[in-house]
């Protein structure tokens, strides 16, 4: 075989740890497969005095600065998973690029900020920025669009990608727990941080989304155009009212091309129950792409975690090692298309809606006739009896699923319901995709 492929690794948490993990157990096998073998050269980490399982690292150079290795001249290959999209992350992925070595990084907010400037950068100095890891863990969600899919114009990409907020849907469902309750047992179980603002608030999943979009359809990452809405609003009542109609509710990062340009957007979602998305439950992750000549493509799996982002990792490790350097973006950087957005559009589709009603006559025959002047068409109502008939002015919940109509209706339509006295607070909307 030829010369080893060396490797700086700057980050040392669960995902770096996971590559080390990965290249002791399969080393000579990435080594056949990559035709050369891959080593360990030097690392960079917060502590050095902190263990790392099994792995001694006494014979690696060691750097406090991840810049200091990035420009190492004893590695070509710079793997960041430091995280962040400013600060040492940013700083040293330029330096690597500069330098002329090849970068990995598993940072979605890195790309999702400043994708298009470092592919640009990087494809200008002939070396490669691969992140396979970026999105959906172990899923090659990546390369599928990327490489699979060369042969295939997507319209619409969308799919299940924060694996935190797929735990507490799920458990919510099957469990009957409350959103509070079960997000205390993701972060007790690690599945969330002690902040989980980033996960439940939809912003993990916009990150990972502005990426997707940018290989689906050829455009420049925007990450400010998604419109993101995160589940801390899913009652539990809410998952129990989906269930009894049919469905499942999932956070959704959805993508769409239309002539006029993109729509990108994050929110709760209701599925029909039995696709595969609906269907895709705990933290796992499912990613579905629409091929116009291959059809509809799932790819379903872990989504997070160290050894199956660890393993994308080594999957852009081996490219890089066999010599398959390609666009970041799937096309030059360059011919990124500068990005549309699709908000003079108006979306159209069918929506949830719960209403807390007050117990008093013609209440339901009020909403009718908001819906009605606002040409709003039901498909299915449920109606249940009060929520506490002791108290002063007792309420019902008035369940609705809608017809596909214009979201600016939907939102006049409740405007009005708020206003008119008949309910006991807002309404609670979701969307409803049927795919």
């Not at 993990?21 to 096998?29: E, K, V, Y």
């Not at 940072?107 to 640009?120: F, Q």
């Not at 890891?133 to 924060?162: D, Q, S, Y």
């Not at 179980?189 to 916009?206: C, I, K, N, R, S």
Request: charged share 25%; net charge neutral.
């Amino acid at each position: 075989m030829t010369n080893a492929l060396r490797l700086g690794i700057a980050g040392l948490g669960t995902v770096g740890t996971g590559v080390l993990d990965i290249l002791a157990t399969h080393g000579d096998l990435i080594a056949a497969r990559a035709g050369k073998p891959v080593k360990v050269i030097g690392v960079s980490a917060r502590s050095k005095a902190k263990a790392r399982g099994k792995h001694d690292l006494s014979k690696l150079e060691w750097h406090d600065d991840p810049v200091a290795l990035a420009k190492s001249a004893d590695i070509d290959v710079f793997i960041e998973l430091i995280g962040g999209d400013t600060g040492p992350a940013k700083q040293a992925v330029e330096a690597a690029i500069a330098g002329g070595k090849h970068v990995i990084t598993a940072n979605k907010a890195l790309l999702a900020h400043h994708g298009a400037a470092l592919a640009r950068t990087a494809e200008a100095k002939g070396v490669a920025l691969n992140f396979e890891a970026a999105v959906a863990g172990g899923i090659p969600a990546i390369k599928t669009l990327r490489e699979g899919l060369v042969g295939n114009a997507p319209k619409r990409v969308f799919g299940i990608m924060n694996g935190t907020c797929n735990y507490i849907l799920t458990k919510m469902g099957e469990e009957g727990r409350s959103f509070d309750d079960v997000l205390k047992e993701a972060q007790e179980l690690g599945y969330a941080e002690a902040d989980p603002t980033f996960d439940v608030g939809g912003f993990d999943t916009a990150h990972k989304l502005a990426v997707l979009t940018s290989l689906a359809f050829g455009t420049e990452v925007n990450l400010p155009a998604i419109k993101i809405e995160g589940i801390e609003k899913v009652a539990l009542a809410d998952i129990r009212n989906a269930a009894e109609l049919g469905y499942k509710i999932k956070l959704l990062g959805v993508a769409v091309n239309y002539d006029s340009g993109v729509e990108q957007r994050v929110h709760p979602t209701l599925i029909k129950r039995g696709s595969p998305v609906s269907e895709t439950d705990d933290v796992f992750n499912a990613i579905v792409v629409k091929g116009d000549f291959v059809g509809d493509l799932v790819l379903e799996g872990r989504g997070a975690g160290a050894h199956p982002t660890a393993s994308a990792v080594l999957s852009d490790i081996v490219d890089i090692a066999r010599g398959n350097i390609r666009p970041a973006f799937g096309v030059p950087a360059t011919q990124l298309k500068k990005y549309k957005d699709s908000s003079p559009r108006a979306h159209e589709g069918g929506f949830y809606v719960a209403l807390d009603l007050h117990d008093k006559p013609g209440a339901v025959a009020a909403i009718a006739t908001i819906l009605a002047e606002a040409k709003i068409s039901i498909e299915s109502i449920v109606q249940r009896g009060k929520a506490d008939a002791t108290a002063p002015r007792a309420t019902a919940q008035f369940i609705l699923i809608t017809h596909d109509t214009l979201e600016a209706a939907l939102k006049q339509a409740m405007a009005k319901i708020e206003k008119d006295g008949h309910v006991a607070g807002p309404p609670r909307v979701i969307r409803i995709e049927r795919f």
